[in-house]
């Protein structure tokens, strides 16, 4: 059965770039970004671990670790290190499981047998502190991930967790927010002093609450 949204992230020991993984033991008390690659050696996968590399600031900034997976042994990864320097002018700084023998994989269903019964397609996992998924996105292994939409997203969960507040569509850091329906205006007075802008009772907008 596929994971949903609430679940607990299977934990797993298996082999890195950066060492033997025990999963959970891993993240810590850390969100982590869990996202896998259909094979070594690919091009649109090499462009996305060059970018995740690059943005290892802006995770840590969200007490966020990023770790990547494909079925591939460790020693292709170990030799496609150096492609991914070479091409994207930024070394690997995060670990990339090596799960060949799928177990990785297969407890987090991200393997689909009508798009390649062997690889991974390019699933995206977020995991937040108490081990649980938040977010899923799978892409197909022609597209190339977008890693600005997926800050945003850790950015919401991030807010909406501290406060209660939703965030609306196209929202980017720093927006005016959304006041949960399940919020009275009279706990709303409390939790929101600065005021909103009621447009319906259930579309209250208010600004941003920790900026």
Same mark, same amino acid.
């Given at each position: 059965?596929?994971?949903?949204? !609430?679940?607990?992230?299977?934990?797993?020991?298996?082999?890195? *770039?950066? @060492?033997? =993984? $025990?999963? /959970?033991?891993?993240?810590?008390?850390?969100?982590? =970004?869990?996202? +896998? /690659?259909?094979?070594?050696?690919?091009?649109?996968? *090499?462009?996305?671990? @060059?970018?995740?590399?690059?943005?290892?600031?802006?995770?840590?900034?969200?007490?966020?670790?990023? &770790? !990547?997976? +494909?079925?591939?042994?460790?020693?292709? /990864?170990?030799?496609?290190?150096?492609? &991914? #320097?070479?091409?994207?002018?930024?070394?690997?700084?995060?670990?990339?499981?090596?799960?060949?023998?799928?177990?990785? +994989? #297969?407890?987090?269903?991200? &393997? /689909?047998?009508?798009?390649? !019964?062997?690889?991974?397609?390019?699933?995206?996992?977020?995991?937040?502190?108490?081990?649980?998924?938040?977010?899923? &996105?799978?892409?197909?292994? $022609?597209?190339?991930?977008?890693?600005?939409?997926?800050?945003?997203?850790?950015? $919401?969960?991030?807010?909406?967790? @501290?406060?209660?507040?939703?965030?609306?569509?196209?929202?980017?850091?720093?927006?005016?927010? =959304?006041?949960?329906? +399940?919020?009275?205006?009279?706990?709303?007075? #409390?939790?929101?002093?600065?005021?909103?802008? #009621?447009?319906?009772?259930?579309?209250?907008?208010?600004?941003?609450?920790?900026?």
């Amino acid at each position: 059965m596929a994971l949903q949204l !609430g679940d607990t992230a299977p934990d797993f020991t298996q082999e890195s *770039t950066e @060492g033997p =993984i $025990s999963f /959970h033991q891993w993240a810590g008390d850390s969100w982590v =970004i869990l996202f +896998s /690659h259909p094979a070594d050696f690919t091009p649109v996968c *090499t462009t996305e671990l @060059g970018e995740v590399s690059r943005l290892k600031p802006e995770f840590e900034r969200r007490n966020t670790k990023a &770790i !990547g997976l +494909s079925v591939d042994p460790l020693d292709d /990864h170990q030799r496609w290190v150096g492609d &991914i #320097e070479e091409t994207q002018g930024c070394g690997l700084n995060f670990p990339l499981l090596a799960d060949a023998d799928r177990s990785v +994989s #297969e407890a987090y269903g991200m &393997i /689909h047998p009508n798009a390649s !019964g062997t690889n991974t397609v390019r699933s995206v996992f977020i995991i937040d502190p108490a081990k649980k998924v938040r977010l899923t &996105i799978t892409y197909p292994p $022609s597209t190339g991930r977008n890693f600005s939409e997926i800050l945003r997203v850790l950015d $919401s969960l991030q807010l909406t967790d @501290g406060y209660k507040v939703a965030t609306p569509v196209n929202w980017q850091d720093g927006d005016d927010v =959304i006041i949960v329906p +399940s919020i009275d205006n009279e706990k709303a007075k #409390e939790l929101f002093p600065n005021g909103w802008d #009621e447009k319906k009772p259930y579309l209250r907008v208010t600004k941003q609450p920790n900026k």
